[in-house]
């Protein structure tokens, strides 16, 4: 299997040719290096994957495979388990990989190193007295 950032790289460069149509993302799912990712995405601070994790994932990506996953929660609410999480990182690196490079510059709700801030940054670099300053980037 092909290491996680080799994938995410791939899917940005299809995304940027026009039409281009995504078959079978959901292979992409059955990687474990995916897994190890998200885990280190969630948990910056542990540095690596425990060992106890790789069965969780093996198990994971069988019920992939077969089908028969279904998500679950801790007992008693509607918290969901480390798996689904890591579940959840992982599709969303795949889909930010395929969404990212398509956004616009100006859009900062919800992306990677934007945030409300960096739109204040922006909109105070862009506007004067409520007239948008013309420079190259809007026109």
């Known amino acids: 299997m092909q290491s996680s950032e080799i994938v995410l790289y791939n899917l940005s460069k299809q995304a940027m040719k026009d039409g281009f149509q995504f078959n079978r993302l959901y292979?992409?799912?059955y990687n474990k290096d995916f897994y190890i990712k998200a885990y280190n995405n969630l948990y910056k601070n542990?540095?690596?994957?425990?060992?106890s994790s790789d069965a969780t994932i093996q198990a994971l990506i069988e019920a992939l495979k077969d089908e028969s996953y279904q998500p679950t929660f801790v007992r008693g609410t509607s918290i969901p388990t480390i798996t689904d999480y890591l579940l959840q990182e992982a599709c969303r690196m795949v889909l930010e990989a395929i969404y990212e490079p398509?956004?616009?510059?100006?859009?900062?709700?919800?992306?990677?190193?934007?945030s409300c801030h960096t739109a204040l940054t922006d909109s105070k670099k862009n506007v004067c007295g409520g007239n948008v300053v013309h420079c190259r980037r809007y026109q």
Do not use: A, N, V
């Open 27 to 29: 292979r992409h799912l």
């Open 46 to 51: 542990t540095g690596s994957t425990p060992k």
């Open 102 to 114: 398509k956004f616009s510059i100006h859009s900062h709700g919800f992306r990677p190193d934007k």
